[in-house]
Nanobody
């Protein structure tokens, strides 16, 4: 089991930027970020295959968000730019020892074994 701890959430104005971090207690293969807005289902945001540094994004954030790794610190980051009110949600990082390049697989919350506690991001317009 991997323990994940997110940090970096808070209040930001529309058009601004914010950076989230996810610290992992041990090695894994794939890390992802999901988000869940009030009353909505958990939604895939981005994923990274750690050892290959291959990244994937949802259509709603591609070009605005960047997922990256810091292998030395075993930390994954999500840089969020051009934030919009629709980005308001609780953001969760997740990890799994498995690897898949199939979008239906890596974008499914059910595929991930370990989850962080979540961090709230609120974008004010």
């Amino acid at each position: 089991q991997v323990q994940l701890v997110e940090s970096g959430g808070g209040l930001v104005q529309a058009g601004g930027s914010q950076r989230l971090s996810c610290a992992a207690s041990r090695r894994f293969t794939t890390m992802a970020w999901f988000r869940q807005a009030t009353g909505k289902e958990r939604e895939f945001v981005a994923a990274i295959i750690w050892s290959l540094d291959i990244t994937y994004y949802s259509d709603s954030v591609r070009g605005r968000f960047i997922i990256s790794r810091n292998s030395a610190r075993n930390t994954g980051d999500l840089q969020m730019n051009s934030l919009q009110s629709e980005d308001t949600a609780t953001y969760y990082c997740a990890a799994t020892p498995r690897l898949s390049r199939d979008r239906a697989t890596f974008s499914s919350p059910a595929w991930y074994d370990d989850w962080g506690q979540g961090t709230q991001v609120t974008v004010s317009s």
